[in-house]
């Protein structure tokens, strides 16, 4: 069971393939990657989109896990007639693009994992430490105030959290073998000062066979430009999406694909 998520297209297409968003936690395409939006549609076919229960995106029964956002990508990918993507994903949304990459091989180009994660030992000390007793008050309150000029309905905003943590509650290690198995090429990104270590970026690069790391100054989504970071910080946002178009844009390699 798949369902339709909500997406938003920017840009045109051309001889770039197209770039698909995936938001994080308590996020929406506006919210985590607004800042990022213009540099990357300046000369591609750009798709946002909303995962379940978040934003414009109806909650459902059905479990929210990994996996089953994978799928309703894929789903969106075959509705847009698109024969491949490069896919994007920013914090848990970075494991929801890996498992689009891992599950439907043949719609994933590359693949940019930005403060993303596949154990749980990946983090600073104290990240899990209380996770599932936290509240909305843990939300930043820019990303709060942003997804409410969304989606005023308070009981949205909580479902959505709820959502969210147990999500990440239920999260378990992955094994190297599942990114030994990756098939194209993968960029782990993450802030020096992130929530997810720079030594598990690395840790993750040298795990998947086409994969690549790169470490930016800066902290958890504000070298995109994420709303949850305060104002943007525009020189150094577009110096990392100067990097990571370089490595969407990269030739092939045959051994690769």
């Not at 339709?4 to 968003?21: I, S």
């Not at 995936?22 to 985590?32: C, D, L, M």
């Not at 909650?59 to 993507?85: K, M, Q």
């Not at 590359?110 to 899990?128: E, L, M, N, P, Q």
């Amino acid at each position: 069971m798949t369902i339709e998520l909500h997406h938003e297209t920017f840009g045109t297409q051309t001889g770039h393939t197209a770039v698909l968003l995936v938001h994080g936690g308590a996020g929406t395409i506006q919210s985590h990657w607004g800042a990022a939006i213009p540099l990357l549609a300046a000369d591609r076919l750009v798709v946002g989109v909303e995962l379940q229960g978040h934003g414009h995106t109806p909650h459902s029964s059905r479990a929210y896990t990994f996996e089953n956002s994978a799928d309703d990508i894929a789903a969106l990918v075959h509705a847009l007639e698109l024969p491949r993507v490069d896919i994007m994903g920013f914090s848990n949304g970075g494991p929801t693009a890996l498992r689009f990459a891992m599950r439907h091989a043949d719609l994933a180009n590359r693949t940019v994992v930005a403060s993303g994660f596949y154990r749980r030992d990946g983090f600073i000390d104290g990240f899990w430490d209380g996770f599932a007793d936290q509240t909305i008050d843990s939300v930043p309150g820019a990303l709060v105030d942003a997804y409410r000029a969304l989606n005023p309905d308070p009981d949205d905003l909580q479902r959505m959290f709820d959502l969210d943590v147990a999500l990440m509650c239920g999260f378990r290690d992955w094994d190297d073998a599942e990114l030994a198995g990756l098939r194209g090429p993968v960029l782990y990104v993450s802030g020096d000062q992130d929530v997810v270590v720079p030594q598990h970026t690395l840790r993750m690069a040298q795990a998947t066979p086409g994969g690549r790391a790169l470490i930016v100054p800066g902290g958890h989504g504000d070298y995109l430009g994420s709303t949850d970071s305060g104002p943007a910080d525009q020189d150094l946002t577009r110096a990392c999406l100067t990097l990571m178009r370089r490595f969407l844009d990269e030739p092939a390699n045959p051994t690769l694909v």
